[in-house]
């Protein structure tokens, strides 16, 4: 009889398994994975943005922080400002080329009034006019190239912005996944209570008349999640019982053997119950039932 009875409990354990939130989890870890590897699909995106910008602004510093050098030993051009450390590497670099801007500007106008000069004061000179000409010239192309320059930066900038906010939202998405996947549910009260409230059933034993031996308490396969309280298994390692003095029993599928009671016969207890390893005590489900005997 008491073999017939074990076998009974195991194919009732056995259909058990087969329900409950195992498909919950399925998805939730699916979304997550996806999500995941959407987030680290905009980072490198980002990153690789981020470097072509580098290189366009390090080959462009280059260039006009030549001419910029010789520009600054002309005397009584303007000074540039000093670096801000309230700004990022991207707006320093665009008030670094308006200062350049200014300086050029400056030189131009210093050009043309000695062009004017020059020729007012030696009207043969021509090779001098020709001079001063393609260096107006070559100043003019250069402050176009800085223009060009800078509205590329800030069209890059806007790019990089976009990214940015993207790879954030995606990670506040993430974040919220691994919340639902980490919430569970527990319910503590009397056979009778729970029989009543739909979230435990009797199944398995033999059909007799009068009695029906070798049944036993399974939680419901059509439960409602409102008749449980909901907690992080991230951060509730202690669920209070309400009468520490009397003898609860787990009818769900999690183990005492990741939780430590005050005292323990089989899966009854005495005590609060105290979860020693989440990741192991709510695996099986997040759905945990505690009758009091």
Not at 53 to 68: N, P, S, W
Not at 93 to 121: C, E, F, G, P, Y
Not at 203 to 222: F, K, V, Y
Not at 264 to 282: C, M, Q, S, V, Y
Request: proline share 3%.
């Amino acid at each position: 009889m008491k073999t017939r009875l074990a076998s009974l409990a195991i194919v009732a354990a056995a259909g058990l398994a087969a329900c409950g939130p195992s498909k919950e989890h399925a998805r939730a870890d699916s979304a997550t994975a996806a999500a995941a590897s959407e987030q680290t699909r905009l980072a490198t995106q980002l990153a690789a943005q981020k470097d072509s910008l580098t290189r366009v602004v390090l080959q462009a510093d280059e260039f006009i922080m030549h001419i910029d050098s010789s520009i600054s030993k002309v005397k009584g051009l303007p000074k540039g400002k000093s670096k801000s450390a309230t700004l990022d590497p991207l707006a320093q670099q665009i008030q670094n080329r308006k200062a350049v801007m200014a300086r050029v500007d400056a030189l131009v106008a210093r050009a043309q009034q000695t062009a004017s000069q020059l020729a007012r004061a030696n009207k043969d000179n021509a090779a001098l006019r020709e001079q001063l000409a393609s260096d107006s010239t070559m100043i003019a192309d250069l402050n176009s190239t800085i223009q060009r320059q800078t509205a590329m930066m800030g069209t890059m900038s806007t790019r990089i912005d976009s990214l940015t906010g993207e790879t954030v939202r995606l990670g506040a998405t993430i974040a919220d996944l691994e919340t639902q996947k980490a919430k569970a549910f527990y319910v503590i009260g009397s056979e009778d209570e729970l029989l009543k409230r739909g979230v435990i059933v009797r199944e398995g034993g033999a059909n007799l008349l009068i009695a029906h031996p070798g049944r036993t308490l399974q939680i419901s396969r059509t439960a409602d999640p409102n008749e449980f309280t909901a907690v992080d298994q991230r951060a509730t390692n202690l669920i209070t019982m309400p009468d520490s003095t009397s003898r609860y029993k787990v009818v769900s599928r999690q183990s005492l053997d990741y939780a430590a009671v005050t005292e323990r016969e089989k899966d009854t207890f005495r005590g609060n119950l105290k979860i020693a390893e989440p990741a192991r005590f709510w695996g099986p489900s997040r759905f945990l039932v505690i009758v009091k005997q």
